[in-house]
């Protein structure tokens, strides 16, 4: 199985691609069968290495490849 940070970097690339916007923790979490606090802290690891940007909001997140999109 992969590893929920790969999951969650698939599905927020996909979501950004389908819709030109950012998901919302909730979403993500509904998507992988996980809870939200799993979530926040599975997106705050790939925030710190740089996979994931985020901006204070409940849509705050982009890949770092997408940056100047937002």
């Not at 916007?21 to 979530?39: V, W």
């Not at 982009?62 to 999109?69: F, G």
Request: proline fraction near 4%; glycine fraction near 8%.
């Amino acid at each position: 199985m992969a590893s929920l940070k790969l999951l969650v970097l698939k599905f927020v690339r996909q979501y950004i691609a389908d819709w030109h916007g950012s998901p919302s923790l909730g979403e993500i979490a509904h998507a992988l069968g996980t809870n939200r606090t799993r979530e926040r802290r599975t997106v705050r690891k790939l925030a710190a290495e740089g996979q994931l940007l985020r901006v204070p909001g409940p849509r705050g997140l982009s890949l770092q490849d997408c940056r100047s999109a937002f």
